[in-house]
């Protein structure tokens, strides 16, 4: 299949022309059952009609993504939930307009119109109303509802620029819109909204702290942050292995020189047995460390630079050829969670605890 790609700059509202054009294009091939990548606020998604099982299939197969694996479902107006889901509680429809549109993606159950292929067979349904202007204006010329995953390969870290889903997705759909890069790089918050009090099923760039403020109590599935656990995770995507380089990840946490320490050791003996070597550091540690290549996840304090870069660095390492990572860990709170998530995902949950 010949993918086209075409670049779309504007994160203004309104779109010159030719940018309009292209819009209305892309929007004709996801109504016509076709996929489009494009930008969000998030990371890059991999858009099909949401409401045709047929595209859904596209979107499985172009992924390689296990169909047990629900799609969220973008809208671009929030009265069209109304049409997607049985019921939209009070609690919800107060985090709706606290967050929405933005990175937060809840799950409702489902009214008969969503086929059961886009959400994994499940009576329920995920919706997240995104940001980001071109997303918006795609959804609205793609029919309203646009079933979207990150449009990178299952398994691999999330695209965070349109160069990486050309590099996943070139050949097996139809247009890439080129928007450059996202601002937050991690996926939307996910939570689930069927039960008392809601649940927090993927931590992302909306902490529980923030959802705590609109909504009181807010759980966190447990299963998520933890290694080792037999019980399965309640969004069904979660159980998978995700987000990983090629290169054998592994997190060390513990006191800064020690980690330090820990990590310059493990990474001279990989690099004595012939590996290519290389460290997520912040800011702080990065002329400690030594390896092939060290890279700086930014500071400490700034967690939104860390999220932001997160993806692009285990991306980075695959490119350049590194076959074994170290990474210093995150905390466990706020957006601290969020990429520690993802990190020990990335991961395969291997981490030293010192
Ligand atoms: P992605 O499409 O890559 O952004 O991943 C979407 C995430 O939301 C996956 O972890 C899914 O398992 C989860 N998800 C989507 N729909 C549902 C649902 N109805 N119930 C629970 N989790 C869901
Ligand atoms: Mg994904």
Redesign the pocket.
Request: glycine share 8%; no cysteine.
């Given at each position: 299949m010949n993918t086209k790609i075409v670049k779309i700059q504007s994160r203004e509202k309104t779109f010159s022309p030719e940018e309009e054009k292209t819009l209305r294009q892309a929007g004709e091939i996801i109504q016509a059952g076709g996929l489009v990548a494009f930008p969000t606020e998030?990371?890059y998604?991999l858009g099909g009609d949401g409401l045709n099982q047929e595209s859904s299939r596209k979107i499985y197969a172009a992924k390689g993504?296990p169909s047990d694996?629900?799609?969220?479902i973008h809208i671009c107006r929030l009265e069209d939930i109304g049409f997607l889901v049985k019921e939209f509680p009070e609690n919800a429809r107060k985090a709706a307009d606290a967050f929405w549109p933005g990175p937060l993606?809840m799950?409702l159950p489902?009214s008969g119109h969503v086929p059961y292929e886009t959400?994994?067979g499940?009576e329920?349904?995920?919706v997240r109303y995104p940001s980001h202007p071109v997303a918006q204006k795609l959804i609205e010329y793609g029919g309203g509802y646009v079933a979207?995953?990150?449009a990178?390969l299952s398994g691999r870290p999330?695209p965070t620029a349109a160069k990486y889903v050309i590099e996943d997705m070139e050949g097996r759909i139809d247009m890439i819109l080129d928007g450059g890069e996202d601002d937050i790089g991690l996926?939307?918050t996910?939570l689930?909204m069927t039960v008392t009090p809601p649940q927090i099923?993927?931590p992302g760039f909306i902490t529980r702290e923030m959802l705590e403020e609109v909504l009181g109590e807010v759980d966190i599935d447990v299963t998520i942050m933890e290694s080792g656990n037999s019980r399965a995770?309640?969004?069904?995507?979660?159980k998978y292995r995700h987000y990983a380089p090629k290169g054998e990840l592994t997190i060390v946490e513990g006191p800064p020189e020690q980690v330090v320490d820990y990590v310059n050791r493990a990474a001279a003996a990989d690099k004595a047995a012939g590996e290519k070597t290389g460290i997520i550091a912040t800011s702080g540690f990065l002329n400690e460390y030594h390896a092939d290549v060290v890279k700086c996840a930014g500071d400490r304090d700034e967690e939104e630079v860390i999220a932001r870069r997160l993806f692009a660095m285990l991306r980075e390492f695959d490119d350049e050829g590194v076959t074994r990572i170290y990474s210093e860990s995150f905390q466990s709170q706020g957006l601290g969670q969020a990429i520690m998530n993802r990190l020990l995902k990335a991961a395969g949950h291997s981490i030293v605890r010192l």
């Open positions: 998030t990371v998604g993504r694996n629900p799609l969220i993606t799950i489902k959400t994994g499940l329920t349904v995920a979207a995953p990150s990178n999330s996926e939307s996910v689930d099923l993927r995770p309640k969004a069904p995507g979660m």
